[in-house]
């Protein structure tokens, strides 16, 4: 699945690939590490009746089926990531949702690897060759339980997650979750996924487009399970003696 995100960009960046996109004064400060189970804000591009527009909404969605703030508490970490095949199965929640699609930006994401014979698995870092940013498939709601603080009702996204190309097969190769990544779509799907009239087809069509292995670069790193100060040497390469090639 995909539970540690990076956006080290600027807000503005993510105008340059969507060009459509209304302004915002929404405030976002630079990351190079997120782990979804803290429910952090995170900017999302939606397509609101036509218009294309950047929000503030928490990683982790609430569903209307939880009702008190006991079952987010206890419930919520499970709803930060979707597997695609469930968007359109019609007994899935994320089914229900699929009319509210989301793109959520990122510069990197991190996953981990099994060796045999090592102790701990192995962190890497994870972008998109030649790109700034690029977009994650997402679906998004808005919260039916209001903030404790200031009584809205906060939007919240999850990401969906797919079956993982060939290197992602062999970095997320470990865990319940294994042989999975981000569903990652390239600039001709992006606004695409956002139309109001894709159809259930299309939707499909998206839904099973899998981003091929040569688009990725990626790099070992320092744990990300540790504290450490929100800066660049998070995602600064890092040497693992005897470790071997993918």
């Not at 919520?76 to 994320?94: H, Q």
């Not at 990652?184 to 099973?208: F, K, R, V, Y």
């Amino acid at each position: 699945m995909c539970y540690d995100l990076a956006f080290s960009s600027s807000i503005e960046s993510i105008f340059r690939y969507i060009p459509a996109l209304t302004g915002t004064d929404i405030r976002f400060e630079p990351t190079f590490h997120k782990v979804a189970q803290g429910y952090p804000k995170w900017p999302v591009v939606i397509n609101d009746k036509g218009d294309m527009k950047l929000l503030s909404f928490e990683w982790g969605v609430i569903p209307n089926y939880m009702k008190t703030p006991e079952d987010v508490k206890k419930g919520r970490k499970w709803m930060v990531n979707a597997r695609s095949e469930k968007v359109l199965d019609g007994n899935a929640y994320w089914s229900r949702i699929r009319r509210n699609r989301c793109l959520v930006p990122a510069t990197g994401f991190f996953e981990h690897r099994e060796v045999p014979g090592w102790k701990n698995k192995v962190p890497y870092y994870i972008r998109v060759k030649d790109r700034e940013l690029f977009f994650i498939a997402g679906l998004y709601n808005y919260s039916h339980i209001p903030h404790p603080e200031t009584g809205e009702l906060p939007g919240t996204f999850t990401l969906l997650t797919r079956d993982a190309n060939d290197v992602m097969r062999r970095i997320h190769n470990g865990g319940e979750n294994a042989g999975r990544m981000p569903l990652m779509l390239p600039a001709e799907l992006e606004e695409e996924w956002l139309s109001p009239a894709l159809s259930d087809n299309g939707l499909q069509q998206i839904l099973q487009y899998a981003l091929p292995s040569e688009a990725l670069e990626y790099r070992t790193v320092n744990s990300v399970r540790k504290a450490k100060p929100d800066d660049e040497s998070v995602i600064e390469s890092k040497v693992y003696e005897g470790l071997p090639a993918l």
